[in-house]
């Protein structure tokens, strides 16, 4: 719970004015409850005819507001309530509301003459003031004032304390029980979503694994490898072997890496593009407009590649010619924007939020490639950073995919 606590926040002001207006009716006294300032909370119950018309003067009301105000505050100093006398001479008292140590407010009560004022003396919380006596309708009113035996008074002053004392605690208590439930369950969340994350690596972990052993990949390769070496003095093969090799030496140095900089991830996705163009020839064209200044910004480890592998199989592959892959950079002051775009047949626009979402099928198996990119972009960047995809569905259409990365950033986002 906040230190600061408020009466209003604990408990129900609705709640706190129906036992108020029934205990006064009860007990036959007025009563009021202020906050820790002084400032009302409840409206008035029971009030009494001759302390409402003498409110109607302004003077007379601040000297009434003095004497709840003392009355409160020496409530709050004793802990217990306090029963004084008021300006105009009948008897008051005030409860205060504590909980914890902390001063909520007070309840203000009374407006009574006391049945046997001779045997009991209560003080003057303030010095007395006559006036009214000069007045014939006030003294008909304060002759009208309730009697009630000290005793009595007193009973309906503790019984009131314990009573919105024992309110305010259990209301407390169950605030307090409130608020440590929400945080259960945003602890709960939170370490939900860092499993979620922990498997969402693992995934990514696999998928870097199957590059190094993916028998048709590594078909592919081989066989374009043994073409070239036929056919040329191997410099172009020797060119082809640095490339495999500098992917599967960053696949195996970096796949247990969650972040790393956009010019190895680039560097990779560039080696994977030429692999691809020696072996599908005409078939495949690609450019990169990214500007070397944004090599060191940082990236999730493994979020390019699957993307431009998706072009490959699923826009250029199915071509016989003139397959071709775009990627750009840009940024806005605050992030680097990376877009990926293909020339392919593109795919149904309401597919799009079911193959992020990681439950779209293929042919059996769910797709969570795009999931998985997804979900770490929003995890180490936040919601803004979520994957954005287009498609026209159309021939030659294409997709549009893109991903932003922060200019700046020191660690996970919290």
């Not at 108020?20 to 009021?32: E, L, P, R, T």
């Not at 929400?182 to 972990?205: D, G, P, Q, V, W």
């Not at 374009?224 to 500098?246: C, H, P, S, V």
Request: proline share 3%.
């Amino acid at each position: 719970m906040d230190a600061e606590l408020l009466l209003e926040d604990l408990i129900s002001v609705d709640a706190l004015q129906k036992v108020q207006d029934n205990f006064s009716a009860a007990v036959g006294i007025a009563m009021i409850m202020v906050d820790a300032a002084g400032a009302p909370v409840t409206k008035p119950s029971g009030f009494s005819a001759f302390c409402q018309a003498v409110r109607t003067s302004a003077d007379k009301r601040d000297q009434c507001f003095h004497c709840d105000d003392e009355g409160g505050r020496i409530a709050m100093a004793k802990g217990e309530p306090s029963i004084y006398r008021c300006h105009a001479g009948l008897v008051d008292f005030a409860a205060p509301i504590v909980v914890r140590g902390q001063y909520l407010g007070a309840i203000l009560s009374g407006q009574v003459r006391l049945r046997d004022e001779s045997a009991i003396p209560v003080d003057y919380i303030h010095p007395p003031d006559d006036w009214w006596r000069q007045d014939d309708r006030l003294r008909a009113l304060r002759e009208k004032t309730t009697e009630v035996a000290y005793q009595k008074l007193r009973a309906a002053a503790f019984t009131s304390f314990h009573l919105a004392t024992y309110l305010v605690e259990e209301s407390y208590a169950k605030a307090v029980s409130e608020e440590l439930g929400a945080e259960n369950l945003r602890l709960m969340a939170e370490s939900k979503r860092r499993m979620e994350l922990e498997k969402l690596l693992r995934e990514a972990e696999l998928q870097a694994l199957s590059y190094q052993v993916n028998p048709h990949f590594l078909f592919n390769v081989l066989n374009t490898i043994g073409r070239l070496a036929l056919k040329e003095n191997a410099k172009q093969t020797e060119t082809m072997l640095y490339a495999f090799a500098d992917m599967m030496r960053y696949v195996l140095k970096k796949s247990r890496s969650q972040i790393v900089s956009f010019h190895s991830e680039l560097e990779h996705v560039q080696n994977y593009l030429n692999i691809q163009k020696v072996r599908m020839g005409d078939r495949l064209s690609f450019t990169l407009n990214v500007h070397q200044k944004y090599g060191e910004i940082r990236c999730p480890f493994m979020v390019v590649h699957p993307i431009v592998e998706n072009c490959i199989h699923y826009a250029i592959e199915p071509k016989e010619k003139d397959g071709w892959i775009e990627i750009t950079a840009r940024d806005d002051g605050k992030d680097m924007i990376l877009e990926i775009t293909d020339n392919g047949d593109g795919i149904a626009p309401d597919m799009i939020p079911v193959a992020i979402s990681g439950v779209a099928d293929h042919h059996g198996r769910t797709s969570i490639g795009l999931h998985n990119i997804d979900s770490r972009l929003r995890h180490f960047f936040g919601d803004d950073y979520k994957l954005k995809v287009e498609s026209r569905r159309s021939r030659g259409g294409g997709t549009w995919v893109q991903m932003r990365f922060p200019l700046k950033f020191d660690g996970f986002h919290a």
